[in-house]
């Protein structure tokens, strides 16, 4: 797939975010808006420059892409999930096709730049806290509401041995508003699958500051860390960007 990369969007510590559209056959621009997300080597570089530079990477940036994109694939369903369009790497402005997180192990000795394509978004949550202050009432209502039909989602998903699926780095600037004035959830690269309810985990992911008691003491968390933070979510956008 050829792309028009039209502008950088974002940048965050793991990626940067460009729109783009396809490049079509006859030279015109297709009508689809999309988002490219290319992850970071692991000098913080946004573009991968060789082939030791993908190798570094492979272990963490890599690794980060095949679990996004086995996320998303998973909860294409939902309507609150930002709109899964494929899994590849960049090279030039060219995006090529990964089939499986399989086939992506297999590319650690070539110059390309890991990635996932997205359908475009207006705005990120953070982005309106900046612009327009803290939500009113009915806003904040609306929003919440839609995050936590997506947490529900991932929560109660189950595909084959999986249980559940945990976002973990649940921020303003991962929900994001769509063409459709639709709140979604993105971001999945923190996210983890459970194979059990009652599986517990440890490990430190996400914005220090929305972590829960129980993390922060050193102790284990499951599906409640979302929770807790869909009440930080909840508490910053009330009060406004300040909070």
């Known amino acids: 797939m ?89 090279q030039g402005e ?17 110059t390309r730049a890991p990635c996932v394509l997205l359908g475009a978004c207006l705005k990120s949550a953070q982005d309106m806290l900046r612009d327009f202050g803290r939500f009113s009432v009915a806003e904040a209502k609306g929003a919440l509401r839609a995050v936590a039909s997506g947490l529900r989602d991932m929560h109660q998903l189950k595909v084959g041995k999986l249980d559940s699926i945990i976002h973990r780095d649940l921020t303003a600037a991962n929900v994001l508003l769509d063409f459709s004035f639709n709140f979604v959830l993105a971001d999945f690269g923190l996210s983890k699958t459970m194979l059990s309810r ?7 992911a996400g914005v220090p500051h929305f972590h829960p008691p129980e993390l922060v003491a050193g102790g ?10 869909l009440g930080c979510l909840a508490l910053r956008r009330s009060a406004g960007p300040g909070s």
Request: with cysteine.
């Open 94 to 110: 060219t995006v090529y096709a990964w089939g499986t997180a399989a086939d992506a192990a297999q590319h650690t000795q070539v």
């Open 198 to 204: 009652d599986e517990a985990s440890r490990t430190r």
């Open 2 to 90: 050829h792309l028009m990369i039209q502008a950088r969007r974002g940048e965050g510590g793991f990626s940067s975010v460009y729109s783009c559209r396809q490049l079509l056959p006859d030279g015109q621009e297709g009508d689809e808006r999309m988002v490219l997300k290319v992850l970071k080597d692991a000098a913080g570089r946004p573009h991968i420059t060789s082939a030791e530079g993908l190798a570094s990477a492979h272990s963490e940036q890599v690794v980060r892409a095949c679990i996004e994109a086995r996320v998303m694939r998973h909860l294409q369903a939902s309507p609150h999930v930002v709109r899964y369009l494929g899994f590849g790497y960049l």
């Open 220 to 229: 284990t968390y499951n599906a409640s860390v979302d929770v807790w933070q």
